[in-house]
Nanobody, 115 residues
Framework: QVQFVESGGGLVQPGGSLRLSCATS????????MTWYRQAPGTERELLAF????????NYADSVKGRFTISRDNAKNTVFLQMNSLKPEDTAVYYC????????WGQGTQVTVPS
């Protein structure tokens, strides 16, 4: 079945960087656009970044544009999110999914940026 395993989160000071990874299985990764989302306590899941199957096109939410970069490795069925200049408002659990948003989600990875 479709599985997503996110990793790379942690506690980082404001202005710091993290690189998140999402290992996938159960579908033909190279055939799907991929996305990253995040969800902070008491809020809805927010779409952050999108990448096409070949990585030639990416899009970002205004809240992370210029600071976050999505990329992918089709040989490893993995999508990444490089996060720079982190802010306290980036604190959330981060998830990946395909562009068509499969119903199953991974456990996410917690990112905490203290104020």
């Amino acid at each position: 079945q479709v599985q997503f395993v996110e990793s790379g989160g942690g506690l980082v000071q404001p202005g710091g960087s993290l690189r998140l990874s999402c290992a996938t299985s159960g579908f033909i990764f190279s055939s799907y656009d991929m996305t990253w989302y995040r969800q902070a306590p008491g809020t809805e899941r927010e779409l952050l970044a999108f990448i096409t199957t070949t990585g030639d096109i990416t899009n970002y939410a205004d809240s992370v544009k210029g600071r976050f970069t999505i990329s992918r490795d089709n040989a490893k069925n993995t999508v990444f999110l490089q996060m720079n200049s982190l802010k306290p408002e980036d604190t959330a659990v981060y998830y990946c999914n395909s562009g068509c948003r499969f119903p199953s989600w991974g456990q996410g990875t917690q990112v905490t940026v203290p104020s």
